[in-house]
């Protein structure tokens, strides 16, 4: 079971990017570690599916992590998957 992902969802526009900022800085932390592989699973197979996000949206996600990232063939995978739908990922 995923513990380390918080998600955060609401409209992006220039007018509320100090709001944006002001929720991802009050997330709190569920379980100390990281699981990024787990985390851009559930991206791709919850946030992003294809019956939930709607056609013409922009899909953009930010990855926030706390600790060093150790790069694996599973972490590749999951991120090319989410890259595949056309999701933005910026690195926080």
Avoid: W, Y
Avoid at 28 to 53: E, K, M, T
Avoid at 65 to 86: C, F, H, M, W, Y
């Amino acid at each position: 079971m995923l513990q380390s992902v918080a998600t955060l969802t609401m409209q992006l526009s220039a007018s509320n990017c100090n709001l944006h900022g002001q929720a991802v800085r009050q997330l709190r932390l569920l379980n100390p570690g990281s699981n990024l592989a787990n985390a851009l699973n559930i991206l791709h197979i919850r946030v992003f599916a294809s019956n939930v996000a709607r056609p013409g949206d922009a899909l953009i996600t930010e990855v926030v992590t706390d600790s060093q990232i150790r790069p694996s063939q599973l972490l590749t995978n999951e991120a090319n998957s989410v890259k595949g739908q056309g999701v933005r990922v910026i690195a926080v």
